[in-house]
Every structure is written in structure tokens, then in C-alpha cells.
């Protein structure tokens, strides 16, 4: 069984301040980890992955994200925010299932950031 | 290059309607698809995935079904639309079997039943 728990529906950041979305999973199983972030009526582009080896991990647009086992988190930061970073942010776990990619998303955290 | 073309945009249907929207991929072979249904303050959904032409499974019960007439032509569908059954409606893809292969997701559909 795997989880997924996003803290905080809805962040609010000013322009050029850290970013900080939480991410916890639970997996039976090594994680697979995921950011996915959707901007209004699109779908989701993925921003970065964890799969194995290092930990932190870095994605476009500046962000990154660091693996620690025994805290079971994935959160995601950026030094500096940035009026198009205001989008929804989703956090994601895989594992594999008869055949097919099996991900859980979180329920997805909408960033604000205000001027 | 791949892409992932979700159509219609939009859609207002009313109860009782049957829907039919449409998912198809370019630029790769025998891909995982997958459809997912988006609710506000609920996250995705898994409603169906496809390892292959004609192989559907379904995550949860419900008054959808989908098809995969061809490699890469995902259709979701439902005889008789549900207020439920409104949201926005994602298809994805995935290379075959590889958890740590992210998905791609198509523009989606948003489906408001009245």
C-alpha cells in the first residue's frame, strides 16, 4: 500500500521568498517520488523525480527536493519565488502493479504568491 | 517528439447524456495509458489504465468505461452521465512498467454535468 500526504491546501509566499511545499509518504515498498505542478486548466508537467542515488534532487525552474528515508519526506523548495510559480503542486508516489506504473497523487497544494 | 491530445476542451452535458472523450498519443509505441478524474480539493483519481490494445482495468466502480480501439487511442465513456460524474477529466501516458518513469499528461477535459 502507498500514500500520499500534501501538508497545506493552499501556501502563500511573497515574490522572492523560499518556497517550501510538504510532502509525506508511506510505501510498503522503495519509493518512486514525484512533483508534478498544473497551472490553471492544463494538465500536469512533471517538475522533478526521485528514483534512486542522490537525494536531493533537482527540476526545472529552480526547484528541488530531498529524499529523506527516515522522515518519509519529499518536500519541494525554491530560494526565490516567482509570480509564475503560482500554480497547484502535486506530490506523487509510484511503485509498480501487474504490469503498470501505479501512482498515488497527493490532494495538491495551491502556491500564491503575492507581489 | 511526443505529444498527447485530449478533445473536447470542454464539455456541458446534460444528466442522463452519453459522453464519449477521446485520447490519443504521437510519437511513441505500445505506451500505458491511463484516465484520471480531477475533483476539486481531491486530487487524481486513477479511473482506468491500458497495458495494450483491448486490455482495460478499472480502479473503481463506477458508471464509466473505457476502450482502447487502437495502440495509442484511449476513449472514455458513459451511457448515462451522473451529476457526479462531473470534473476534469486527465489522460496520461506512461512508458511500459517502469515505476520510476513519470507519466505525461495530456491538457484534459473539464465535463460539468447539469
Known amino acids: 500500500a502507498q500514500s500520499v500526504t500534501q501538508l497545506g491546501s493552499h501556501v502563500s509566499v511573497s515574490e522572492g521568498a523560499l518556497v517550501l511545499l510538504r510532502c509525506n509518504y508511506s510505501s510498503s515498498v522503495p519509493p518512486y517520488l514525484f512533483w508534478y505542478v498544473q497551472y490553471p486548466n492544463q494538465g500536469l508537467q512533471l517538475l522533478l523525480k526521485y528514483t534512486t542515488g542522490a537525494t536531493l534532487v533537482k527540476g526545472i525552474n529552480g526547484f528541488e527536493a530531498e529524499f529523506k528515508k527516515s522522515e518519509t519526506s519529499f518536500h519541494l523548495t525554491k530560494p526565490s519565488a516567482h509570480m509564475s510559480d503560482a500554480a497547484e503542486y502535486f506530490c506523487?508516489?509510484?511503485?509498480?502493479?501487474?504490469?503498470?506504473?501505479?501512482?498515488?497523487f497527493g490532494t495538491g497544494t495551491k502556491l500564491q504568491v503575492i507581489p | 517528439s511526443q505529444t498527447i491530445h485530449q478533445w473536447p476542451a470542454t464539455l456541458v452535458q446534460p444528466v442522463g447524456s452519453p459522453l464519449s472523450l477521446e485520447c490519443t498519443v504521437e510519437?511513441?509505441?505500445?505506451?500505458?495509458l491511463y484516465w484520471y478524474r480531477q475533483a476539486a480539493g481531491r486530487g487524481l483519481q486513477l479511473l482506468f489504465y491500458?497495458?495494450?490494445?483491448?486490455?482495460i482495468s478499472s480502479e473503481v466502480p463506477q458508471n464509466l468505461s473505457a476502450s482502447r480501439p487502437q495502440d495509442r487511442q484511449f476513449i472514455l465513456s458513459s451511457k448515462k452521465l451522473l451529476l457526479s460524474d462531473s470534473g476534469f477529466y486527465l489522460c496520461?501516458?506512461?512508458?511500459?512498467?517502469?515505476?520510476?518513469?513519470?507519466?505525461?499528461f495530456g491538457p484534459g477535459t473539464r465535463l460539468t454535468v447539469l
Open positions: 491500458s497495458v495494450g490494445i483491448g486490455q
Open positions: 506523487a508516489v509510484s511503485r509498480p502493479s501487474g504490469g503498470y506504473q501505479k501512482v498515488t
Open positions: 510519437g511513441t509505441s505500445n505506451p500505458n
Open positions: 496520461a501516458w506512461s512508458v511500459a512498467a517502469g515505476p520510476g518513469d513519470e507519466q505525461f
